[in-house]
């Protein structure tokens, strides 16, 4: 069976960090790009990061850049986002997704 499971999510601080871990099973992700993906309260799906099979190039939406950095091991099947300098509009379920398949979603919460 195909899964993604993210974890890491969490309530924190405005200016705070976090860092979401999303692990495959079933399948072998090294192949394919992978993406971080996000959807705040009341909002649509916003594509957050895409990071390449190699993970040595990574893209990022505006609103995100130079606070968070996407990340992969291979070796464990589990890709990372690292996401610093939080802010209220950070707020929102988190996904990821390789490969066709997507997780169930971590929330991430910042509030004061």
């Known amino acids: 069976e195909v899964q993604l499971v993210e974890s890491g999510g969490g309530l924190v601080q405005p200016g705070g960090s976090l860092k979401l871990s999303c692990t495959a099973s079933?399948?072998?992700?090294?192949?394919?790009?992978m993406t971080w993906l996000r959807q705040a309260p009341g909002k649509g799906l916003e594509w957050v990061s895409r990071?390449?099979?190699?993970?040595?190039?990574?893209d990022y939406v505006d609103s995100v850049k130079g606070r968070f950095s996407f990340s992969i091991d291979n070796d464990k099947n589990t890709m990372f986002l690292l996401m610093d300098s939080l802010n209220t509009d950070d707020t929102a379920l988190y996904y990821c997704?390789?490969?066709?398949?997507r997780g169930q979603g971590t929330e991430v919460i910042v509030s004061a």
């Open positions: 079933g399948f072998t992700f090294s192949p394919y790009a």
């Open positions: 990071i390449n099979s190699a993970g040595d190039s990574a």
């Open positions: 997704a390789a490969c066709g398949y």
